[in-house]
Nanobody
């Protein structure tokens, strides 16, 4: 089991910046990727960015050049994944969810955080 806790959402004006953080605990050695998804009202949840273990990050086209994902897996009891969001636009407004994908032998699992609201508005 992996437990994810997000922080850092809020209200920001267009063009502003926010940084989201997610702390993971539990069976960390089963984690293969960590990342961020978002869900706007009336829309499906969509991938924002993710970062596999020991690999380069991947971004949705809509956030390339504006968002940066980073991971820290140096601690044995806690992993973190952050999302630096710059030049925010109203269309970035959504609930943002931290995500971890784990594998154990042939079993795969998705774990989600509780979500944090990001609102971009003047």
């Amino acid at each position: 089991q992996v437990h994810l806790v997000e922080s850092g959402g809020g209200l920001v004006q267009p063009g502003g910046s926010l940084r989201l953080s997610c702390a993971a605990s539990g069976t960390l050695n089963t984690i293969r990727t960590m990342g961020w998804y978002r869900q706007a009202p009336g829309k499906q949840r969509e991938l924002v960015a993710f970062m596999p273990n020991n690999a380069s990050p991947k971004y949705a086209d809509s956030v390339k050049g504006r968002f940066t994902i980073s991971r820290d897996s140096s601690e044995s009891t806690k992993y973190t994944v952050d999302l630096q969001m710059n030049d925010l636009k109203p269309e970035d407004t959504a609930v943002y969810y931290c995500h971890a994908w784990t594998t154990v032998l042939h079993d795969e699992h998705d774990f989600w955080g509780q979500g944090t609201q990001v609102t971009v508005s003047s």
